[in-house]
C-alpha cells in the first residue's frame, strides 16, 4: 500500500526547503484540499508557508531595489543636465533667453543640488521646486525653452517615488525574521498533512490518492538526490528533472 515517504526536512537548504514546501503546495492545489481530505490542515499549512515566504525575501533583500537604484540614478542624470541647460542657456545669444535662464538658475540655486539627499528627500524637493517653477516661472521655463526637462524630471521623480512606495509597502508586508525560525513552524504543517494522507490511505485504499502520493515521492526523492549530491555520497550523478506540475 502506498504511503508518503519519510523526509529529514532539516537536511535541506532554506531555499531548496522553500521550494520543496511550494512544489508541495502546487500539487495539493491541482489535486485540491478537498478531494485529499486536508482542508483545515492545509489552510495551517499555507499560513506557515506564507512566513517562510516573507522570511525568505526579506533574506534575499527588496524586488525593488535594483529598480530604485535605476530609477534615482536616471533622475540625477537628468537633474544635472538640467542645471547645466539652463547655465548653458544664460550664455544665450539672446537677451530674453539669458534673463529668463538666470531667474531660473537662481532658483535651482537656492534648492542646491538635491542628487545627494536621502531619497524621500531628494524627492520631495524636486517636486516642490517644479511647483514653484511651473507656478511663478512658466513664462521663463517657455522662453528659455526648459518646459520639456521639467516634465522629463517630474515624470521619472514620480516614477521613483511610485517604486520607492512600493518597496515601503513590501518591507513592511515583511516580517523581520530569520528563515529557520519560520522553517519551524512549516515542518510540523507539513508533516501533519503526510499522517493524515497515510492514514486516510489506510482507512480508504489509495485510489484517491495514489497519484499524488506518487508525484509528493517523486519530488522528494528528488531533493534527497540532491543532498546527497551535494555532500558527495552519490558522486556525479546528476539530479533528476523535476516533473510538470
Same mark, same amino acid.
Request: no cysteine; proline share 4%.
Given at each position: 500500500?502506498?504511503?508518503?515517504i519519510p523526509f529529514f526536512l532539516?537536511?535541506?537548504?532554506?531555499?531548496?526547503?522553500? !521550494?520543496?514546501? #511550494?512544489?508541495?503546495?502546487?500539487?495539493?492545489? !491541482?489535486?485540491?484540499?478537498? !478531494?485529499? !481530505? =486536508?482542508?483545515?490542515?492545509?489552510?495551517?499549512y499555507l499560513t506557515a508557508l506564507?512566513?517562510?515566504?516573507?522570511?525568505?525575501?526579506?533574506?534575499? %533583500?527588496?524586488?525593488?531595489?535594483?529598480?530604485?537604484?535605476? %530609477?534615482?540614478?536616471?533622475?540625477?542624470?537628468?537633474? *544635472? %543636465? #538640467?542645471?547645466?541647460?539652463?547655465?548653458?542657456?544664460?550664455?544665450?545669444?539672446?537677451?530674453?533667453?539669458?534673463?529668463?535662464?538666470?531667474? =531660473?538658475?537662481?532658483?535651482?540655486?537656492?534648492?542646491?543640488?538635491?542628487?545627494?539627499?536621502?531619497? &524621500?528627500?531628494?524627492?520631495?524637493?524636486?517636486?516642490?521646486? +517644479?511647483?514653484?517653477?511651473?507656478?511663478?516661472?512658466?513664462? @521663463?521655463?517657455?522662453?528659455?525653452?526648459? &518646459?520639456?526637462?521639467?516634465?522629463?524630471?517630474?515624470?521619472?521623480?514620480?516614477? #521613483?517615488?511610485?517604486? #520607492? %512606495?512600493? *518597496?515601503? &509597502?513590501?518591507?513592511?508586508?515583511?516580517?523581520?525574521?530569520? /528563515?529557520?525560525? $519560520?522553517?519551524?513552524? /512549516? @515542518?510540523? $504543517?507539513?508533516?501533519? =498533512? /503526510?499522517?493524515?494522507?497515510? $492514514?486516510?490511505?489506510?482507512?480508504?485504499?489509495?485510489? +484517491?490518492?495514489?497519484?499524488? =502520493?506518487?508525484?509528493? +515521492?517523486?519530488?522528494? &526523492?528528488?531533493?534527497?538526490?540532491?543532498?546527497?549530491?551535494? *555532500?558527495?555520497?552519490?558522486? +556525479?550523478?546528476?539530479?533528476?528533472?523535476?516533473? $510538470?506540475?
Amino acid at each position: 500500500m502506498k504511503q508518503i515517504i519519510p523526509f529529514f526536512l532539516r537536511d535541506l537548504q532554506n531555499d531548496e526547503h522553500h !521550494k520543496f514546501q #511550494f512544489d508541495i503546495k502546487n500539487l495539493v492545489d !491541482k489535486e485540491t484540499a478537498e !478531494k485529499l !481530505k =486536508i482542508k483545515p490542515l492545509f489552510l495551517s499549512y499555507l499560513t506557515a508557508l506564507e512566513t517562510e515566504d516573507a522570511a525568505i525575501k526579506v533574506e534575499q %533583500g527588496s524586488l525593488e531595489t535594483k529598480t530604485i537604484t535605476e %530609477g534615482d540614478e536616471y533622475r540625477d542624470v537628468l537633474e *544635472r %543636465g #538640467f542645471y547645466k541647460f539652463i547655465e548653458s542657456q544664460t550664455m544665450s545669444f539672446d537677451p530674453a533667453i539669458r534673463t529668463a535662464a538666470e531667474h =531660473i538658475l537662481r532658483k535651482l540655486d537656492q534648492y542646491g543640488d538635491l542628487r545627494y539627499l536621502p531619497y &524621500n528627500k531628494e524627492t520631495d524637493n524636486i517636486r516642490n521646486r +517644479n511647483a514653484e517653477l511651473h507656478t511663478n516661472y512658466a513664462a @521663463d521655463l517657455t522662453t528659455a525653452q526648459a &518646459n520639456e526637462w521639467i516634465s522629463k524630471i517630474d515624470e521619472a521623480n514620480d516614477d #521613483f517615488d511610485s517604486h #520607492f %512606495g512600493s *518597496r515601503a &509597502n513590501e518591507l513592511a508586508a515583511r516580517i523581520s525574521g530569520n /528563515v529557520r525560525n $519560520a522553517r519551524i513552524a /512549516v @515542518d510540523p $504543517a507539513y508533516q501533519a =498533512i /503526510v499522517n493524515q494522507i497515510n $492514514a486516510l490511505v489506510l482507512v480508504e485504499g489509495e485510489a +484517491n490518492y495514489a497519484e499524488f =502520493i506518487d508525484r509528493v +515521492n517523486y519530488y522528494i &526523492n528528488y531533493y534527497k538526490t540532491g543532498i546527497a549530491t551535494r *555532500r558527495g555520497r552519490k558522486g +556525479n550523478n546528476p539530479t533528476p528533472p523535476a516533473p $510538470a506540475v
